[in-house]
């Protein structure tokens, strides 16, 4: 009844039994090889003789007796968690002593599937009439709508509403509309947010939760003024009610509205401000985001090693999902293929695990890119997928790389298509997240469509956001997009200069491509060759190839060159990343502690774990152990 794993102080409490006497029939038991000392504990030996015996006392046994296990406890001081364990597992008869205890435990619980089921059983044990529904309920939904469980969410509004008055329906609406807000759904944001206000006027706090969810609303659906002044309304109601959620809520849609009105130095000041005052996980996601747009990617970087494991354990898995997609584009932009390849398929399995469209973008556009690096289209098409997404953040991103893959197939008016719509449809959330690295690719594809106009205007939009940033690369992009219009030699040196200033190696590259179609033969060459060694250290093997060409064209012989690609299988195609993890592996460190050392999270570590066991042809850390030993032993032998 008390799990695998128990304290006999609990047994005693629950059975009724003295631990002198229930001593000796604990060591019969250990003796025999049923149970084993565990720490502080006692737990059976093998979890079926557990199972088999606990399944074997029927239905109506087991509810009576956890029931029974549940009172005990509870009389005797026991932890919410371990007296609610036994409670959801009672018959669901009215019981309001039950549910004070669910609900505390509820308050201690980290994982949101566990928090949502003690909340669920809860509500089971209320009355219908009991105005403790809608609070309980309240929270329930928004837990759900962190675990990407929306439609879970409104089927328990539905049923809560029935028994409800329009004030506690209203708050019902007002937690379903902040279950939205964490799907990045701006439809149902807005669509609850107004069945909130059609009932009632909302209570104050309610009023509260309704802006800050409201103001996020707004800004995925591109109305940022409105979203702007609504984020302010939030933050003063919730000044007044001593709310803090609602005052992180409004100053992160403020950090986001700064983001797409193409104020980046200004969403970095106001991110840092908010993350350190009001701590939160989407706290840090803004601030991780407001970094990148800023080119600060070590800080970037330190804070995904410092936030991630807290976020993992504690916050919203939809927080997590957006945070690890995030994380992929420091490691992109400064050239690290490997690590983004890594994080960015681990935030796919999140980002559809919770349903999450903005992630999901960000991680398949992350993804194909590095396929295109390397001058692998198949893979980036299969990577992007056959799904459409509707305009949002992260979507620029996916359709950057959609771009690109038809431009390297010899699509280039398709290419344009694809990302001059994108460009128009994000309008107003442009300078969110992409906007400098995919410019220049617009601006060249309308240059060689003869759209001058068209070049152009991409051109002055991109200097409004360069005049708001302190980054580097906002700046390059701006000088990059102005000299391809203008033809202008000395514009793409400068272009160049800044680029040099900042840590994205692979567009410091690309803008050595443009200016060798600026500049004279001599100088094209230096800037090409210069490019050509940031992919080669790179490992962007397709970028490379193009180089290679483009010099070969202008009567520059490379020599014969040896292979620099790291193999496809075996220990030498393992990546500097993937050796460190199979090093820490081999030392028996769990995933969780591996990402602790390594300053990434436990989803890259699972990530980097699977490209080993392919390179190796293995399947298990039990042969990786093996294969390790076999290795080291071979190099010990060479030596």
Not at 354 to 382: C, D, E, N, Y
Not at 540 to 561: E, H, Q
Request: glycine share 8%; charged share 25%.
């Amino acid at each position: 009844m008390l799990g695998s794993r128990f304290s006999p102080a609990d047994l005693a409490t629950v059975s009724k039994t003295s631990l002198d006497e229930m001593f000796p029939i604990l060591e019969d038991a250990v003796r025999a090889g049923i149970l084993v000392h565990d720490g502080d504990r006692l737990a059976f030996r093998h979890d079926l003789l557990r199972e088999a015996l606990y399944e074997d006392m029927g239905e109506a046994v087991r509810q009576t007796r956890h029931l029974e296990a549940g009172r005990a406890l509870a009389a005797a001081g026991g932890a919410p968690l371990d007296v609610a364990y036994h409670l959801v597992r009672a018959p669901a008869a009215e019981d309001a002593l039950a549910v004070d205890w669910l609900v505390a435990a509820e308050r201690q619980a980290i994982d949101l599937d566990t928090k949502a089921e003690l909340l669920e059983s809860a509500l089971e044990r209320l009355p219908a009439t009991d105005r403790r529904s809608a609070q309980i309920g309240a929270r329930a939904i928004v837990i759900m709508g962190q675990a990407g469980r929306v439609a879970d969410a409104e089927a328990l509004a539905e049923q809560l509403r029935a028994s409800l008055d329009d004030d506690d329906s209203a708050l019902l609406s007002a937690a379903l509309a902040e279950a939205y807000t964490h799907q990045s759904d701006p439809a149902g944001v807005l669509q609850h947010c107004a069945a909130a206000r059609h009932l009632r006027a909302p209570r104050p706090r309610v009023e509260a939760m309704l802006l800050a969810n409201e103001a996020i609303g707004l800004l995925l659906a591109g109305r940022v003024d409105e979203a702007e002044a609504a984020a302010h309304r939030s933050i003063d109601a919730a000044d007044r009610l001593g709310t803090p959620g609602s005052i992180r809520a409004g100053r992160g849609v403020l950090c986001l509205c700064a983001l797409a009105s193409g104020r980046g130095r200004d969403a970095a000041a106001l991110a840092t401000e908010t993350a350190k005052r009001w701590p939160s996980a989407y706290g840090q996601l803004y601030l991780q985001m407001s970094l990148v747009n800023e080119d600060r990617l070590v800080e970037a970087e330190e804070l995904f090693g410092a936030a991630h494991q807290h976020i993992a354990d504690s916050g919203p898995v939809t927080a997590l999902s957006l945070f690890q997609a995030a994380s992929a584009r420091a490691p992109l932009l400064a050239g690290r293929l490997d690590d983004a390849l890594a994080r960015a398929e681990a935030a796919l399995v999140i980002a559809e695990q919770a349903q999450m469209p903005i992630s999901t973008a960000v991680a398949r556009g992350v993804i194909a890119r590095v396929a295109l690096h390397r001058g692998s289209v198949m893979a980036a098409k299969t990577a992007l997928g056959q799904i459409e997404l509707a305009p949002g953040i992260g979507v620029d991103l996916f359709e950057w790389a959609r771009a690109l893959a038809l431009e390297a197939q010899g699509d280039q008016p398709g290419a344009r298509d694809v990302l001059g719509s994108a460009w128009e449809r994000q309008g107003p959330l442009r300078y969110v997240i992409t906007w400098t690295s995919l410019a220049p690719d617009l601006v060249r594809l309308h240059l060689a469509a003869g759209e001058r106009d068209l070049a152009a205007s991409v051109t002055a939009a991109v200097e409004t956001g360069a005049a708001g940033s302190n980054a580097p690369s906002a700046a390059g992009a701006a000088l990059r997009c102005r000299a391809l219009v203008e033809n202008d030699p000395a514009l793409i040196r400068q272009a160049v200069a800044s680029y040099e200033r900042g840590p994205r190696v692979l567009e410091t590259a690309a803008t050595r491509e443009d200016a060798a179609s600026l500049l004279g033969e001599t100088e094209a060459v230096e800037q090409l060759r210069a490019a050509l060694a940031a992919y080669e250290a790179a490992g962007a093997t397709g970028d490379a190839t193009r180089v290679r060409a483009s010099l070969r064209t202008r009567g520059v012989r490379l020599g014969v060159r040896g292979s620099r690609q790291r193999p496809a299988t075996g220990w030498d195609s393992l990546t500097p990343t993937e050796r460190k993890v199979v090093a820490l592996a081999a030392e028996g460190l769990t995933s969780r502690q591996i990402g602790g050392r390594l300053y990434i999270s436990t989803f890259t570590v699972g990530s980097h774990l699977r490209h080993v066991y392919q390179k190796l042809g293995i399947n298990s850390r039990l042969q990786l152990a093996a294969e390790t030993r076999r290795y080291e032993g071979h190099k010990t032998d060479v030596g």
